[in-house]
């Protein structure tokens, strides 16, 4: 078929269809409001209508976009360890990735989630500048994916379903990192992830930075918050490659189509998870349960397929698992 | 092995093309090759000590710098040229073109008009180009990134052809020459060219349940997305000498950390010591290493258990099936 993307026209199906949970925000002049004060000084603001022309935007999408993003940001939007902590009656983290060294910008361990045994993987960030810096501020290093890398293949060994949370900027750019290989470590995690004989499910939960969140993004099921963003690179860094300039960040978050309702859209993800109306972190229990239901609902769809399939069961899962990625991208022929 | 390499010395410096430079000859403008390439024409001038050679000599040494040895970076043609036996290079896949997914515009220019100048400019569709053909006649396939297409940035059509190269090697039972150099993931395309990571590494482990190797070839530079996937997943790595590779950028990483970065860092040699790499390997050498890496995984055995006894049968295939393949692939290939 020539000329015509075919991921356009399915991804507009998929926008009709009645069962999507997405729920397009109503922002009424209070909230906006709320919003400006409390959040950090949109930076950029100033540039964005100037930037937004550019870009043949309009400066509402724009402003809306960068919006999620600083609500994907905020500081005290629920973390992984929230997350477990609300999700799971009992949670053992485990430390290291026996190779060189513990990094805490990545935290895991098996956790009780609905009567079953479940392993509990996440990239934690803090909420202050001092929880930040003990957490490289959810920057992993190489340790962090080899560690998560290793505690899948125990969920693998003893037949536990994984379930990440991915919520960093990206992995840790430094010299240590790059010494110790880790486009070695995201790229073995991939590897490991695809072939993994366990049913797996990622949440983004806030902020999906490229290759350092998709290292445990490769899933079965891939579920986003309604103000989580996931991209392949940071608006800031996308408008620092685009315009030179980083303050155009919120152009560019809109130009690069981040949020959770482009990524449905373009059918990278399976589902977007309703937030309280002013985001995660206005009501923490409510995100969290549903969080619960849309992972329990993922896990006990995927239990009951393998089920069905019999002693095709994880033959199954993996060609699905597949399949889902195979058929990622659009181009013409 | 050494007189079918001097062989293809000869051709080139005859001016003639191999099988595979039938199309007129293509041009590239990126910088680094415009220095090399243009000083009046007869004369190259090496990128890094500036030393000047014949033109014909310095290709006919597939431009590494006679003085310094500097690996200049080569197009997908000047690469292949570099390997194959003369004649035996197939493309497939050449067709598949890339679309539009985000509707990106930067400036008022829109991604379509980019590649399709972009096209204009390099010869080739997008910036993976993917085929086979024969190392000393035992076949290989190969996917080869030209970094003068957009910084060989991965995208859709890059992860696609890809896959399809590796589900060919599936069917065939032919190993995997990956020849990487990438800016890393296509901005144009978001999230699309991140999930090509995901794609393009998970394709690559059913050809290792198949037993069928993947060699991977790093040469400058090579960077993000495609460091931290499918380049990084072989059987074997080697890099190229003095090639740049790694996950962030060093200007990225000085900026974030403000620290030093040490010199030769990241660097093949870098990778090596690090122990990231099996082998930096010189371009003129890099033909007789792949060609014995073939022989020696050519004879790979799968141990299988049928009635509690051990039964071995040989993993690599070619011959017959491939001949007649190569037929039906010349139709779709140009």
Same mark, same amino acid.
């Given at each position: 078929?020539?000329?015509?993307?075919?991921?356009?026209?399915?991804?507009?199906?998929?926008?009709?269809?009645?069962?999507?949970?997405?729920?397009?925000?109503?922002?009424?002049?209070?909230?906006?409001?709320?919003?400006?004060?409390?959040?950090?000084?949109?930076?950029?603001?100033?540039?964005?209508?100037? =930037?937004?022309?550019?870009?043949?935007?309009?400066?509402?999408?724009?402003?809306?976009?960068?919006?999620?993003?600083?609500? =994907?940001?905020?500081?005290?939007?629920?973390?992984?360890?929230?997350?477990?902590?609300?999700?799971?009656?009992?949670?053992?983290?485990?430390?290291?990735?026996?190779?060189?060294?513990?990094?805490?910008?990545?935290?895991?361990?098996?956790?009780?989630?609905?009567?079953?045994?479940?392993?509990?993987?996440?990239?934690?960030?803090?909420?202050?500048?001092?929880?930040?810096?003990?957490?490289?501020?959810?920057?992993?290093?190489?340790?962090?994916?080899?560690?998560?890398?290793?505690?899948?293949?125990?969920?693998?060994?003893?037949?536990?379903?994984?379930?990440?949370?991915?919520?960093?900027?990206?992995?840790?750019?430094?010299?240590?990192?790059?010494?110790?290989?880790?486009?070695?470590?995201?790229?073995?995690?991939?590897?490991?992830?695809?072939?993994?004989?366990?049913?797996?499910?990622?949440?983004?939960?806030?902020?999906?930075?490229?290759?350092?969140?998709?290292?445990?993004?490769?899933?079965?099921?891939?579920?986003?918050?309604?103000?989580?963003?996931?991209?392949?690179?940071?608006?800031?860094?996308?408008?620092?490659? &685009?315009?030179?300039?980083?303050?155009?960040?919120?152009?560019?978050?809109?130009?690069?189509?981040?949020?959770?309702?482009? &990524?449905?859209?373009?059918?990278?993800?399976?589902?977007?998870?309703?937030?309280?109306?002013?985001?995660?972190?206005?009501?923490?229990?409510?995100?969290?349960?549903?969080?619960?239901?849309?992972?329990?609902?993922?896990?006990?769809?995927?239990?009951?397929?393998?089920?069905? =399939?019999?002693?095709?069961?994880?033959?199954?899962?993996?060609?699905?698992?597949?399949?889902?990625?195979?058929?990622?991208?659009?181009?013409?022929? | 092995?050494?007189?079918?390499?001097?062989?293809?010395?000869?051709?080139?410096?005859?001016?003639?093309?191999?099988?595979?430079?039938?199309?007129?000859?293509?041009?590239?403008?990126?910088?680094?090759?415009?220095?090399?390439?243009?000083?009046?024409?007869?004369?190259?001038?090496?990128? #890094?000590?500036?030393?000047?050679?014949?033109?014909?000599?310095?290709?006919?040494?597939?431009?590494?710098?006679?003085?310094?040895?500097?690996?200049?970076?080569?197009?997908?043609?000047?690469?292949?040229?570099?390997?194959?036996?003369?004649?035996?290079?197939?493309?497939?896949?050449?067709?598949?073109?890339?679309?539009?997914?985000?509707?990106?515009?930067?400036?008022?220019?829109?991604?379509?008009?980019?590649?399709?100048?972009?096209?204009? #400019?390099?010869?080739?569709?997008?910036?993976?180009?993917?085929?086979?053909?024969?190392?000393?006649?035992?076949?290989?396939?190969?996917?080869?990134?030209?970094?003068?297409?957009?910084?060989?940035?991965?995208?859709?059509?890059?992860?696609?052809?890809?896959?399809?190269?590796?589900?060919?090697?599936?069917?065939?039972?032919?190993?995997?020459?990956?020849?990487?150099?990438?800016?890393?993931?296509?901005?144009?395309?978001?999230?699309?060219?991140?999930?090509?990571?995901?794609?393009?590494?998970?394709?690559?482990?059913?050809?290792?349940?198949?037993?069928?190797?993947?060699?991977?070839?790093?040469?400058?530079?090579?960077?993000?997305?495609?460091?931290?996937?499918?380049?990084?997943?072989?059987?074997?790595?080697?890099?190229?000498?003095?090639?740049?590779?790694?996950?962030?950028?060093?200007?990225?990483?000085?900026?974030?950390?403000?620290? #030093?970065?040490?010199?030769?860092?990241?660097?093949?040699?870098?990778?090596?010591?690090?122990?990231?790499?099996?082998?930096?390997?010189?371009?003129?050498?890099?033909?007789?290493?792949?060609?014995?890496?073939?022989?020696?995984?050519?004879?790979?055995?799968?141990?299988?258990?049928?009635?509690?006894?051990?039964?071995?049968?040989?993993?690599?295939?070619?011959?017959?099936?491939?001949?007649? #393949?190569?037929?039906?692939?010349?139709?779709?290939?140009?």
């Amino acid at each position: 078929m020539p000329g015509k993307p075919r991921l356009i026209k399915k991804a507009q199906e998929v926008a009709r269809h009645p069962s999507q949970v997405f729920r397009k925000p109503e922002h009424t002049e209070q909230t906006d409001d709320e919003l400006d004060t409390m959040l950090p000084a949109a930076d950029g603001a100033l540039e964005t209508e100037e =930037a937004s022309a550019i870009v043949g935007n309009t400066t509402d999408d724009t402003s809306e976009t960068w919006k999620r993003v600083q609500l =994907a940001r905020h500081a005290e939007r629920p973390k992984t360890l929230d997350y477990i902590k609300r999700l799971c009656p009992d949670f053992v983290e485990v430390h290291g990735d026996r190779r060189f060294g513990e990094d805490t910008a990545i935290v895991g361990g098996l956790a009780e989630f609905e009567g079953r045994t479940i392993m509990a993987i996440g990239h934690q960030k803090g909420k202050n500048t001092k929880e930040n810096i003990a957490r490289n501020f959810g920057m992993p290093s190489p340790e962090g994916y080899r560690k998560a890398l290793r505690l899948m293949q125990q969920a693998e060994k003893f037949g536990f379903p994984v379930v990440c949370f991915i919520d960093t900027p990206g992995a840790y750019p430094g010299l240590e990192g790059e010494e110790r290989g880790v486009a070695q470590a995201i790229a073995e995690n991939l590897l490991v992830m695809s072939q993994l004989r366990v049913p797996i499910i990622s949440v983004v939960i806030g902020e999906g930075g490229s290759g350092g969140a998709l290292a445990i993004g490769l899933a079965d099921r891939v579920l986003m918050l309604e103000n989580s963003i996931y991209s392949g690179a940071s608006p800031e860094a996308s408008a620092s490659i &685009l315009w030179r300039d980083s303050a155009k960040a919120p152009v560019a978050a809109m130009t690069m189509k981040i949020t959770a309702q482009d &990524l449905l859209r373009l059918e990278v993800i399976d589902e977007i998870i309703s937030e309280p109306e002013s985001g995660a972190h206005t009501e923490p229990a409510v995100t969290a349960d549903a969080v619960k239901e849309a992972i329990l609902r993922h896990l006990s769809e995927i239990e009951a397929h393998m089920t069905e =399939a019999g002693p095709q069961a994880i033959e199954q899962l993996l060609a699905n698992r597949y399949d889902k990625f195979r058929k990622m991208g659009v181009y013409e022929e | 092995m050494k007189k079918v390499e001097q062989k293809v010395e000869e051709t080139k410096s005859k001016g003639e093309h191999h099988h595979f430079f039938q199309r007129k000859s293509l041009r590239h403008d990126s910088p680094s090759r415009e220095v090399a390439d243009n000083v009046g024409n007869i004369w190259a001038k090496c990128p #890094k000590c500036h030393e000047l050679a014949y033109t014909k000599e310095y290709e006919k040494n597939f431009k590494v710098c006679q003085k310094c040895k500097h690996h200049n970076r080569l197009r997908w043609d000047e690469r292949l040229a570099t390997m194959l036996d003369e004649g035996s290079w197939v493309e497939v896949n050449a067709h598949i073109k890339t679309g539009d997914p985000l509707h990106f515009a930067n400036n008022g220019e829109v991604y379509p008009d980019k590649i399709a100048q972009t096209r204009k #400019k390099t010869g080739i569709n997008e910036a993976l180009v993917t085929g086979y053909g024969t190392i000393e006649g035992q076949p290989v396939a190969i996917a080869v990134a030209d970094f003068a297409f957009l910084g060989a940035s991965m995208g859709s059509v890059f992860g696609e052809k890809l896959v399809r190269l590796i589900e060919l090697c599936l069917e065939r039972r032919m190993p995997l020459l990956t020849v990487s150099a990438s800016g890393g993931a296509r901005m144009h395309e978001g999230i699309l060219s991140l999930m090509q990571m995901a794609k393009t590494t998970a394709a690559l482990g059913r050809l290792g349940q198949a037993r069928i190797p993947h060699f991977s070839l790093l040469t400058d530079p090579c960077y993000g997305g495609v460091t931290a996937s499918y380049a990084m997943v072989a059987d074997v790595i080697m890099a190229e000498p003095g090639a740049m590779v790694g996950f962030a950028g060093p200007r990225v990483i000085e900026q974030t950390t403000r620290q #030093k970065l040490p010199a030769g860092f990241q660097t093949a040699e870098f990778l090596l010591e690090h122990g990231m790499v099996d082998e930096v390997v010189p371009r003129r050498e890099f033909r007789s290493i792949l060609s014995r890496m073939l022989k020696l995984y050519g004879r790979a055995q799968a141990p299988a258990f049928a009635n509690g006894t051990l039964l071995s049968f040989p993993m690599i295939m070619g011959g017959a099936q491939h001949t007649q #393949k190569t037929e039906e692939m010349k139709n779709y290939a140009w």
